[in-house]
T-cell receptor, first 108, second 112 residues
């Protein structure tokens, strides 16, 4: 079993749609969690950290469920510019492990 | 402010040759990570350093791969001898503490 698993997609949605991605992790000792965004042929960049109480940044909401060992990312009112690959990242005592990524394509 | 700087940006070489990838982390950052990205396997952590000391190299695929960090401002990843299956994008990233990872632009490596 992979340490961090994501549905690779692609998710094809129209502009204005709400889309949700999930990510599961296998090691309960994982300490910190993040979502990164990677545009085609570019480097990954931090989108947001994920806190136990859940957190929101504009149209983006991240949730953490430690009991079930999953993380989610919700994007509301999706824009064309949201098209990218979204990577779930888990900090396992210093080792930052990336999921395979979920590809989102927002269409006009 | 300068970000993480990697060189070369692209490398094409024949199998069996030695390949050296270079990375300059952001000044003041104490963690440095080397990742490899392929379509099949995604982003894989190869090795990471804390204060120039290798902490975990369990992701290094085999003895052909080696990494060094002789000082806080420079790291290398070496492949000797290279094989076609080593073709990938290699990213270096640095962070202050275990906070946000800042990635370089990556080195696109093709082994013929």
């Amino acid at each position: 079993r992979k340490e961090v698993e994501q549905d690779p997609g692609p998710f094809n949605v129209p502009e204005g749609a709400t889309v949700a991605f999930n990510c599961t992790y296998s090691n309960s000792a994982s300490q910190s969690f993040f979502w990164y965004r990677q545009d085609c042929r570019k480097e990954p960049k931090l989108l947001m950290s994920v806190y136990s109480s859940g957190n929101e940044d504009g149209r983006f909401t991240a949730q953490l469920n430690r009991a079930s060992q999953y993380i989610s990312l919700l994007i509301r009112d999706s824009k064309l510019s949201d098209s990218a690959t979204y990577l779930c990242v888990v900090d396992l005592t210093g080792k930052l492990i990336f999921g395979q990524g979920t590809t989102l394509q927002v269409k006009p | 402010d300068a970000g993480v700087i990697q060189s070369p940006r692209h490398e094409v070489t024949e199998m069996g040759q030695e390949v050296t990838l270079r990375c300059k982390p952001i000044s003041g950052h104490d963690y440095l990570f080397w990742y490899r990205q392929t379509m099949m396997r995604g982003l894989e952590l190869l090795i990471y350093f804390n204060n120039n000391v290798p902490i975990d190299d369990s992701g290094m695929p085999e003895d052909r791969f080696s990494a060094k960090m002789p000082n806080a401002s420079f790291s290398t990843l070496k492949i000797q001898p290279s094989e076609p299956r080593d073709s990938a994008v290699y990213f270096c990233a640095s962070s202050l503490g275990r906070d946000t990872l800042h990635f370089g632009d990556g080195t696109r490596l093709s082994i013929l």
